[in-house]
């Protein structure tokens, strides 16, 4: 198992999640604190916008401060569409 996953996750061939050319997709991440969710959104992001998808990562973590910054800090890096909320908002605007 350790050796499938570190091949999946070490190739730069392919996306982890295929892009659906039929129309769009939407990846949610769910997981505790600290487990490296953002920076996996970001570099996903990027992967997907180098292979050419039009990509839109959305900040709705209000409840980690910085987490907003942070992901805005990915997308820009990934040269990808961020939308967020104003500071203090609730998740759902």
């Known amino acids: 198992?350790?050796?499938?996953?570190?091949?999946?996750?070490q190739s730069e061939a392919q996306p982890i999640v295929p892009i659906d050319s039929t129309g769009?997709?939407?990846?949610?991440?769910?997981?505790v604190n600290g487990v490296g969710k953002t920076t996996t959104i970001g570099?996903?992001?990027?992967?997907?916008?180098?292979?050419?998808?039009k990509v839109l990562v959305a900040a709705c973590d209000t409840f980690r401060a910085?987490?907003?910054?942070?992901?805005?800090?990915?997308?820009?890096?990934?040269?990808?569409a961020i939308e967020q909320g104003g500071?203090?908002?609730k998740p759902s605007t």
């Open 24 to 31: 769009p997709i939407v990846v949610a991440f769910v997981g």
């Open 66 to 80: 910085g987490a907003v910054e942070q992901l805005r800090l990915w997308a820009e890096r990934g040269e990808v």
């Open 1 to 9: 198992l350790r050796a499938t996953l570190l091949q999946i996750f």
């Open 43 to 53: 570099k996903l992001a990027a992967q997907y916008a180098r292979s050419g998808a």
């Open 87 to 89: 500071e203090g908002e």
